[in-house]
């Protein structure tokens, strides 16, 4: 990184940032109160009031968004006439999944290999802390040149929308020119990159029944209808045989025309077991970034532990559909709701229900803000140029912000690359990322205030 007083402040200022870092991951802040404590969401959001509070910021607030969560809000009031950025990152967390899988346990930060593991690390709280980091290093090189808004969501991984609502119900709180969504991440290490689009998504739990209740198989298997036969015969009717999705009246066959995401590469990020195939066609690119697709996120079923030879009267799934820009995520709900039933055997008895939605989200890469993102990642990576890739996943808030502001631009960056493994088991940051970007976002500032 070449020398300048901001990149020289933010390196001096990784250590802070790690022991912060650290108390931040060490929150169990999953919005999932049937399984986590709400005092550990709770906790996380007062201490990212108590971290704007220190740095300046006023109107600070904890905020009781309608889906029964908070997220935390501050305003730092920049130059008369500045123009004003809103920062996003959110605290709430994925579940660990089997904590005992975890090389080191996931809510104490640990570095190992140059990296730093723990739950949220990347995923969001490390953004919250990026925004720290640029932040920190404008006041001690001249001030920070704009004003800042910073808000910080509490349920984001859980989908329920309350940020959102809260938003629309309060259009005046994140107005602002310019929005930076620190929730998205580079195609690589070392290669900066902005999310121009990202997928839209919606959760529905699908549920089929066929008995009054379960039956001995031996008695009764063969001519009474399985539950979980029919359940796994609905599924296997959202694939082709290539694997693609395939929801009725859902057109799956769009192209993406930027950066492209190389076969072999995709095969080592996503840590492809040897001699098993990708699914779908196109290139990966087009799988992920531009064409839907559909995952089973999980099955209420016997374990195979304890199982009794039983036809079973019942059974469900959580089904995940990801939607690309373009498609109207409430259309794809009602494709997908249709499909359920129409391709549900036997006559059995079939019931659905919609759990969170989310619209895709497509930004324009020609708006001023990304010419100064751009000069800004330029010099906190020398020699690389800023590039534009998709993200498969879902932001929903996004659409809401951009909504309730249509002439404000928005950019997302952050730290979930590859080898984040964001969601999954051994979650980590790269903190040389987490430098680079909190350098990138603090230039970026001071570019965008006179641009």
């Known amino acids: 990184m070449s020398s300048n007083p901001v990149a020289e402040t933010v390196a001096s200022l990784m250590p802070r940032a790690k022991a912060e870092l650290t108390e931040l991951v060490a929150f169990k802040s999953v919005a999932d109160f049937d399984q986590f404590p709400r005092s550990e969401s709770e906790a996380a959001a007062n201490w990212a009031a108590d971290a704007l509070r220190a740095e300046g910021f006023q109107d600070v607030a904890v905020l009781d968004t309608p889906d029964g969560t908070q997220s935390v809000y501050g305003f730092l009031p920049g130059p008369a006439g500045a123009k004003t950025v809103l920062l996003y990152a959110h605290y709430d967390v994925q579940p660990p999944l089997d904590e005992a899988a975890w090389t080191s ?28 980091l640029a932040l920190r290093a404008l006041k001690a090189d001249g001030g920070v040149p704009v004003s800042v808004k910073v808000i910080v969501e509490g349920s984001e991984e859980q989908g329920t929308g309350g940020l959102e609502r809260y938003a629309e119900e309060h259009p005046e709180l994140l107005a602002a020119d310019t929005i930076v969504i620190g929730d998205a991440g580079n195609f690589r290490v070392g290669l900066p990159t902005v999310t121009a689009t990202l997928r839209g998504m919606t959760m529905m739990r699908v549920r089929v029944d066929t008995l009054e209740g379960n039956l ?5 298997g063969g001519a009474a209808p399985d539950a979980l036969g029919a359940l796994i ?27 492209q995401y190389e076969e072999e590469q995709f095969r080592q990020d996503a840590k492809v077991l040897d001699g098993v195939g990708l699914i779908g066609s196109g290139t990966v690119a087009d799988r992920i970034w531009a064409r839907p697709a559909v995952t089973v996120l999980g099955i209420d079923c016997p374990p195979v532990v304890g199982a009794t030879p039983s036809v079973q009267a019942g059974a469900r799934a959580l089904i995940s559909l990801r939607v690309p820009p373009g498609v109207d995520a409430a259309e794809a709900t009602k494709l997908l709701q249709a499909h359920l039933e129409a391709h549900t055997p036997w006559g059995a008895r079939v019931s659905t229900e919609q759990i969170g939605v989310g619209q895709p989200f497509s930004a324009d890469t020609t708006s001023p803000a990304y010419a100064a993102m751009a000069e800004a990642m330029a010099v906190a990576y020398p020699g690389q140029e800023m590039q534009y890739a998709g993200q498969g996943g879902s932001i929903p808030l996004c659409n809401t912000l951009a909504a309730l502001y249509p002439r404000a631009e928005i950019l997302l960056i952050g730290l979930s690359e590859p080898e984040a493994q964001i969601h999954a088991v051994d979650e980590s940051v790269s903190p040389q990322e987490l430098e680079r970007l909190s350098v990138a976002e603090a230039l970026f500032l001071r570019n965008y205030a006179t641009s």
């Open 105 to 132: 346990p996931p809510f104490e930060l640990t570095e190992r290999d140059g990296r730093w593991y723990g739950r949220g690390s990347a995923d969001c709280k490390g953004g919250f802390l990026m925004h720290l």
């Open 233 to 259: 015969r609905v599924l296997d009717s959202l694939r082709a045989e290539d694997g693609s999705t395939t929801v009725d009246g859902l057109t799956g066959d769009a192209r993406w025309e930027g950066l």
């Open 216 to 220: 001995h198989s031996g008695q009764f």
